[in-house]
C-alpha cells in the first residue's frame, strides 16, 4: 500500500508559478509509474502529467511547456513545477501511483491517489 499526500496548492495571480509537492508512504515508489491529475469544480478528472520509473514523460499538450513532473525516489517524493500559469489551470491537483515502472494517462491505470491540493489561479 501506498498513501500519498500532497501540498503546495494555493493561490497565485495569472502568470506566476507553484510547486506541487506529494508525499508517499508505506512503501518505497521505486518501481511504480507516478502521475498528476486535476479536476475543476464541474468537470472530469483530467491528465496533467506522468513519470515512469525512469526518464520516460508525458504530459497533456495544455500544460506542455508549462509543467514539468519530477520524481525522487530516494525521498519518495513527485514534484510538479507549474509556470506561467492561467486562469484554466485553476483546479483540485492529485497524484497518483501505479504499481508498474511505466507511466500512463488514464486515472484508471493508477491504484493510489492522494486527496488533493487547490490550485487557484486569478486574473
Known amino acids: 500500500q501506498v498513501q500519498l499526500v500532497e501540498s503546495g496548492g494555493g493561490l497565485v495571480q495569472t502568470g506566476g508559478s507553484l510547486r506541487l509537492s506529494c508525499a508517499a508512504s508505506?512503501?518505497?515508489?521505486?518501481?511504480?509509474?507516478v502521475a498528476w491529475f486535476r479536476q475543476a469544480p464541474g468537470e472530469e478528472r483530467m491528465f496533467v502529467a506522468a513519470h515512469s520509473d525512469g526518464i520516460i514523460t508525458y504530459y497533456s499538450d495544455s500544460v506542455k511547456g508549462r509543467f514539468t513532473i519530477s520524481r525522487d525516489n530516494a525521498k519518495n517524493t513527485i514534484g510538479l513545477q507549474m509556470n506561467s500559469l492561467k486562469t484554466e489551470d485553476t483546479a483540485v491537483y492529485s497524484c497518483?501511483?501505479?504499481?508498474?515502472?511505466?507511466?500512463?494517462?488514464?486515472?484508471?491505470?493508477?491504484?493510489?491517489w492522494g486527496q488533493g491540493t487547490q490550485v487557484t489561479v486569478s486574473s
Open positions: 497518483a501511483a501505479r504499481p508498474w515502472t511505466s507511466a500512463a494517462r488514464l486515472h484508471d491505470d493508477y491504484d493510489y
Open positions: 508505506g512503501r518505497t515508489i521505486r518501481g511504480y509509474g
